[in-house]
C-alpha cells in the first residue's frame, strides 16, 4: 500500500494532532510519551521513525506526510 492516496486525504483534511502520531508510532512499537504533547522525547521518536521511512527529511516533526506513511503501515 503506497502513501500517495493516505497524503492526499491528510492534504485535504489536515494533519492529525500529536497524540494520534503517539499512538500510531507506539502502535509499530516505539516508545513514545502518550501525552499529546510535542515534547523532547516525541520529537526524537518521530525523527527516528523519519530517518528510517523518510531519509530526506527527519525533523521530528508531525507532517502529513510522515502520517500518510503511518497509515499506509497500518
Avoid: K
Amino acid at each position: 500500500r503506497g502513501v500517495a492516496q493516505p497524503l492526499q486525504l491528510l492534504l485535504e483534511q489536515g494533519t492529525p494532532d500529536v497524540a494520534w502520531f503517539q499512538q500510531q508510532l507506539q502502535r509499530l512499537g516505539y516508545t513514545t510519551p502518550q501525552n499529546g504533547t510535542l515534547d523532547r522525547a516525541t520529537i526524537n521518536v518521530l525523527a527516528a521513525f523519519q530517518m528510517h521511512y523518510r531519509p530526506a527529511l527527519h525533523d521530528g516533526q508531525p507532517d502529513a506526510e510522515t502520517a500518510a506513511i503511518l497509515l499506509a503501515m497500518l
